[in-house]
């Protein structure tokens, strides 16, 4: 016990002195935890410095300079800029290591034959080759001691936040637990290989009917340290010759690519949401696979229209649509000062209205959207953050392949179709009736209360307490109030039309005789009617009022 808390005191110590030696000195400079000078001598650029700090610390704090990358919403661009240049320059632990771990899990037997050389290798874990019954299969080995290791990082790195986040100059910039978290979350299921088997268990199911690869899981070999499954005959991503390719090809795996990531997102709601190069396969005959399932995305169905709703308003310069999907996703909250944040999401919606929607890069308008979080101190929903990671990264995938594909015009298609989901679905004839039904009520209601009010008149049992000022003017809004309910009713039954209009037209001529066609043709006949019958009425009272 005594030497696990000086262990976790001399990991503090050097963390703490890590920084400083690159020049973070200041961010302590409040805290009880060291006293010291600046070194003003360190003349590299901000982000340089945390990067190399990064890598020096090790796993955990790779890992986290890795998701501060994709968090524009808190960290500055210019050290943005330096943290995506981060790598995990890590080398293989030794065959021997592998089958310790192996023997420790009572697995090791099970296996007919195991090469040496791994063929991936990672901070977390590397991968081997194997066999089993004759098959050929994936073995992913976690790290030995790479939990214990990063554990106690969160542990020191959670006592660390606290006071920083108390003490720090830069406290109301930052929000250092929050940062810890995050990457604790993040972390702490990446070391536990039972999420990923999960994660791809999940996504196989989802994605039965679309054209990709995903892995078989051998839940009999796996356990939290192993993760084994079938090994697809591919090659990543950037690992072949695109220049062979023909274009043709190239468009064709483009799109292909393009289409699988959009229909997880916005039809399954749940998604691969690591689409690097290295995560991508490319088989012989050109079909693709999926690999590393450490992170999988979520959206809801509101998260969906709202997200097709911001894209939308964006691309149509709707700036109303725009701050409605910014309320909707939770981005904007109470204490923000409307008039400024809306100003500046009008700039941003400005700002590509003028281009080309080939030209748009869905990662710039992402970024731009964190930033402007950052700026009023927001905070993103993770599945808005985890979606802007994922397709920035596969615009970074699809360039590879040296091909003018644009992932916002391929988003047009389905955020539109949506959107009119969504519309359609709120023109239900089950929606349409429950309104009808409301005002037949309100019919119904009003006729007795009048003729009671009436009785009372005649009877000189009525009496009024209430002292009108202007009323003549209360009259005129009375009679204004009026007009708008009158006009509700037609627009009510405008909408029937409109409803059965749309559903027609988007039925086929073949489906014109089946009995969606007649219920078509009833919903037109009886928007029409009742159009027609309160026109009429309207039309007879104010003949009469004229009289």
Known sequence: MANARKRRIN???YITNVFIKHGFGYVF???PLVRFRRFSENRINRGQRLKNALEELGTTFIKMGQLLANR???VPEDIIVELKKLQENVKPFSFEEVKNVLKEENLLEKFEYIEKEPIATASIGQVHIGYVNGQKVAIKVRRPNIDNEVKTDIEILRKLASILDR???VKSIISFSEIVNE????????IDFRFEQSNMKKLKKALSNKEVIIPDVYDELSSDKVLV???IEAKTLNAIDVDSLPQIERIRLGKKLINLYLSQIFELGIFHADPHPGNILITNDHGIAFVDFGMIGRLSSQDKESLSTLLLGIVLNDKKMAIKAFKELGIISRGVDANKFYKEVENIVNHYINQPIASIKIAEIFNDVFKLTFKYKLKIPEQLILLGRTLSLLEN??????VDLNILEAILPYVNRLILKSRLSKLRLTNILNVLFSYFNLFEFLPKKVETILDKLEDDEFILNIELKNLDKVLQRIERLANKFSLSIILLSVSIIIAGMTVGGLLSPALYKTILSTWYL???RLGILILISLIIVMLLMIIRKEK
């Open 11 to 13: 990991r503090l110590r």
């Open 29 to 31: 400079s409040s805290t």
């Open 72 to 74: 524009p919403d808190l």
């Open 167 to 169: 003490y720090s100059p």
């Open 183 to 190: 990457l604790a979350n993040v972390l702490l299921h990446e």
């Open 229 to 231: 499954t079938s090994f």
């Open 397 to 402: 995938s699809i360039a590879i392949l040296k």
């Open 522 to 524: 009833w919903a037109l």
